[in-house]
């Protein structure tokens, strides 16, 4: 190793007083004795050949004279990272005895390598070293002087099979960063900058390995040889055994040398471990001083996982993670309501994880995300593929019973009820049955089989998700019957719940109200009072508990409060459509007290008033649009979003993605406004109904008031307290 042990002629020209050193620079292109071209540890005779490695390797040797009077030392690790990395960290120590001299030397070596396996090139590689050199020659310089340098290789492994072997080619520019040393006279030297060229072959399975190396030294005529002179060296191994061989070979220095070598595998600790010892004698070589036997010792390990268990270990973790980080990554999607993305995100699971664990629960919640994003055919294909694809999935029910709520929710109440049967049947004992029960509750409810539906419904006990909807219907069933005790029993289990959610909070009102209508109409007002009083102000229900109220305190002839009542619907549900109906209470509050002016202008109020929220309740009707869910747009949009759900998230997909939201969400906010008619068309549809009687209520009541003022007699009779009509239970 030429930029290694070249300092010690170099040093020694420089060092006053000192002989002449037995080394010869030019014949230092590479330590040949501590690693050749084909070992892994070998990156300072040409960097890329550590991506040969395959596993953490260390090795550490000796080279020194019988005498010990000069020697080396060494020590080097490899370590691969992945498929196409390796780093090298290797130490030299070099040091030698002058006779007669006490002076010390110190000269070491730290070099750090790299090299990379071209990718899309997988038998070339290149690579590279950085070295800080140390040294003190006996004093000679003033102290401790620090310089530095770099090489550049390339390998080509052209072939690696059972029938041809092994075979490596490189080539390394050593010393690219040349090092200098400096004079004491003043200036200084570089090491010789050197191409070494190297061929490394093992076949016959792995019998034989033949290496060969030729070294243009002092290229750049910069060093202190005598420039472009060719050093060859080369080795033959015979392995008499697996774990034994013998070698001969020709050293860079000039030596033959003979050697052994045998290596022990899962021994303990390490994977492999080899020792080698080689031999010669200065005496064999007619350019060399003689100073006895050399030897060298060196010992190599390979320890931990190959690089292919590595990756494997690697992907096998990133296959049990993966699936798991992106099923999480899609419930965070759908909890936080972001629907169309947690469509595509269990979507991915679905197609890219298909033996993933939760891959039949990724599905579920797949349908679910296109339920809520109301693209009720993508669901269904998502439902019947889950039940063919999942055969033994315990989710089988519920994607049934989704089915059945689809069937429900599109009023196709038949193949709702046909499902309803083959879950009954199929899965008794499933946690979807009641909830399939429900749903066929309902079914016979809006088909006005009150009893029928009484009968499912009443089999939901308390702790059901779905009980207090269950009771609200069973409750309303009752009252359509005529069995108002069943139905203010129904309604106050609904009122007793601790409700968990705004919905059922809003169920828990509006079952409340249905009590106090039942008490108003018993009469009972002060317990319907007590009912209608319960309702929180932030109740959507609260309106008609205010009215309800106002109602019971005008039966109770407290015109006052009832007043107070009617007047607080109007300053606190400014936009409700019970508005008219308080101007009209009002108007009664006042004409009772005999103040027909005021009681007259509430009644102008409620007929107006009761004709503008008519003619806005038509706007809003023709507003609404046509309903968008059947269009074909929609269905075009569905089909896609599924496609596009269902495959691989590439760059190319993911554009379609991006690209399928404004379409989705221009339909999306048409769909919402006709949704917004839709769920309020019941209390339109009461209003329209009710505006009849109020209309007709304040009119006859005015006309009263006219005949009173006119003196008339005849005619119409002014009502009293007791002709007020009361509130139905609906």
């Not at 899962?266 to 200065?282: A, E, I, P």
């Not at 190319?652 to 048409?670: F, G, I, T």
């Amino acid at each position: 190793m030429n930029y290694r042990i070249a300092f010690l002629p170099i040093l020694a020209c420089t060092a006053i007083g000192f002989g002449q050193m037995p080394y010869k620079p030019n014949a230092y292109q590479q330590n040949d004795w501590f690693a050749e071209y084909g070992e892994n540890i070998a990156a300072y005779v040409n960097p890329a050949s550590i991506a040969e490695a395959d596993q953490i390797e260390v090795s550490a040797a000796a080279y020194t004279t019988l005498s010990g009077q000069a020697g080396q030392e060494f020590i080097s690790a490899v370590h691969p990272f992945g498929y196409n990395h390796t780093v090298n960290i290797t130490y030299f120590e070099n040091g030698s005895q002058i006779d007669g001299s006490n002076a010390s030397y110190l000269e070491n070596a730290y070099s750090l390598g790299y090299a990379l396996r071209i990718p899309s090139l997988h038998k070339l590689a290149v690579g590279a070293n950085f070295t800080v050199f140390q040294y003190d020659p006996f004093g000679a310089l003033g102290g401790i002087q620090y310089s530095f340098g770099g090489d550049l290789g390339l390998t080509y492994n052209p072939f690696t099979t059972s029938r041809y072997g092994k075979l490596l080619l490189g080539v390394a520019v050593q010393n690219v960063l040349q090092p200098k040393i400096k004079r004491v006279s003043g200036g200084s030297d570089a090491i010789p900058r050197n191409i070494n060229t190297s061929l490394f072959w093992c076949g016959f399975n792995r019998k034989l390995e033949l290496a060969a190396s030729a070294s243009v030294v002092d290229i750049s005529h910069q060093g202190s040889g005598k420039g472009n002179q060719v050093v060859p060296s080369g080795r033959v191994t015979y392995y008499v055994a697996p774990w034994a061989g013998v070698k001969v070979k020709y050293s860079k220095e000039g030596y033959p040398v003979i050697g052994l070598t045998a290596n022990v595998q899962r021994f303990n600790l390490f994977r492999y471990l080899q020792l080698d010892v080689d031999m010669s004698h200065d005496a064999l070589s007619a350019n060399n001083e003689e100073r006895g036997f050399i030897w060298n010792v060196r010992a190599t390990t390979r320890l931990g996982p190959t690089r292919e268990e590595r990756i494997g270990d690697a992907r096998y973790e990133r296959l049990k993670t993966e699936p798991e980080e992106a099923y999480r990554e899609a419930m965070r999607l759908y909890l936080a309501r972001k629907f169309l993305p947690a469509a595509y995100a269990f979507g991915k699971v679905t197609s890219k994880y298909p033996t993933f664990h939760l891959v039949d629960q990724a599905a579920f919640y797949k349908g679910k995300v296109f339920e809520n994003l109301r693209m009720n055919q993508a669901a269904r294909d998502v439902y019947d593929e889950a039940l063919r694809k999942y055969t033994d999935s315990e989710l089988r029910p519920k994607y049934m019973f989704q089915l059945m709520n689809l069937n429900y929710k599109e009023g196709k109440f038949e193949e709702a009820s046909r499902l309803h049967e083959q879950i009954v049947n199929l899965y008794p004992e499933s946690d979807v049955k009641s909830d399939a029960d429900y749903i066929r509750g309902q079914i016979k409810y809006a088909k006005k089989d009150y009893t029928g539906a009484i009968t499912l419904l009443s089999s939901i006990t308390s702790g059901n998700a779905n009980y207090a909807y269950a009771r609200y219907t069973m409750g309303v069933s009752y009252a359509n019957l005529g069995k108002m005790t069943n139905a203010e029993a129904a309604f106050g289990d609904v009122a007793q719940i601790k409700p968990s959610n705004a919905s059922e909070q809003e169920m828990k009102d509006v079952a409340t109200v249905k009590l106090g209508h039942i008490n108003f109409g018993k009469p009972q007002l002060k317990k319907a009072a007590e009912y209608y009083a319960s309702v929180s102000a932030n109740s959507p229900k609260y309106d008609e508990a205010l009215l309800g109220l106002a109602w019971a305190f005008l039966k109770e002839k407290d015109f006052k409060h009832g007043a107070d009542y009617a007047e607080a619907i109007i300053t606190k549900a400014p936009n409700s459509l019970l508005i008219p109906e308080a101007h009209l209470l009002l108007g009664y509050s006042a004409y009772f007290q005999k103040n027909f002016d005021a009681a007259t202008a509430e009644f102008d109020k409620a007929v107006d008033l009761s004709d503008k929220k008519a003619a806005s309740i038509g706007m809003l009707k023709q507003q609404r649009g046509a309903d968008v869910l059947t269009s074909s747009e929609f269905a075009a949009v569905q089909k896609e979003a599924l496609e596009l759900a269902n495959q691989l998230p590439t760059e190319h997909v993911v554009e379609k993605q991006n690209k399928l939201r404004p379409r989705y969400d221009a339909l999306s906010a048409k769909i919402e406004k006709y949704f917004d008619y839709q769920r309020d068309s019941e209390r339109y549809e009461k209003f329209l109904q009710d505006r009849n009687r109020v209309v007709k209520d304040a009119k006859f009541t005015k006309a009263t008031i006219g005949n009173i003022k006119a003196g008339s007699g005849g005619g119409n009779r002014p009502p009293s307290s007791q002709d007020l009509k009361g509130l139905e239970v609906q």
